[in-house]
């Protein structure tokens, strides 16, 4: 999608360990028309799916996820990383391991939000190593919901992320693939495609 692709370009910066900075667009400040577009383009993706709810990860993956959610008419489920008073039992519970952190943390989502008679789309901000992304398919999983796709907003292609979501068989959309990140400080976007 030229248009992420541009703000990458623009205003993303390259830290130690291979991390991509957005935080002027996405992980900390949110550009609320890119945001817009970006899940229209999932939810255009993904319109003849059946999608019966979004899942995401709190926090950057919430801002597309929502608007994709509006444009499908669904709602939008996170996983929280925190607990809360609120949400203490019946929930689905795994581990994900963060590269950008380097900590695992525990992401629940509610029983009461997630059923077998959901077909569910997947959305998360970065696919790096898959760690994400697995964790809510095991939560799925335990929910006994099916997986109708995943939707990524910026894939780091010299990562693994890609080939184990493949190996589940699931169709995936990255609207951004990174080939490469340059000590420099350059950006080497991915032209073969999402």
């Known amino acids: 999608m030229k248009l992420l692709e541009d703000a990458i370009l623009e205003k993303g910066t390259i830290l130690e360990g291979n991390v991509l900075k957005v935080d002027n667009f996405l992980n900390h400040q949110i550009d609320p028309a890119l945001m817009k577009a970006l899940g229209d383009e999932f939810a255009r993706e993904f319109a003849d799916k059946g999608i019966t709810k979004i899942l ?11 608007f994709a959610g509006l444009e499908l008419g669904v709602p939008v489920v996170f996983g929280r990383k925190n607990k809360s008073l609120t949400l203490q039992d019946n929930m689905f519970t795994t581990s994900v391991y963060s590269y950008t952190k380097q900590t695992s943390s525990d992401i629940s989502i ?52 890609r080939r184990i979501v493949e190996e589940t068989g699931i169709p995936i959309l990255s609207l951004a693939r990174i080939k490469s990140l340059d000590e420099n400080g350059l950006v080497f976007i991915d032209e073969e495609g999402q």
């Open 56 to 66: 995401t990860v709190e926090t950057s993956g919430i801002a597309p996820a929502v």
């Open 110 to 161: 509610s029983k009461d939000f997630l059923s077998p008679t959901d077909h569910v789309l997947l959305i998360d901000d970065f696919l790096a190593n898959g760690q994400a992304i697995s964790g809510l398919l095991s939560i799925c999983k335990s929910a006994g919901a099916s997986v109708a796709g995943i939707g990524i907003v910026i894939e780091k292609s010299f990562q693994k992320g």
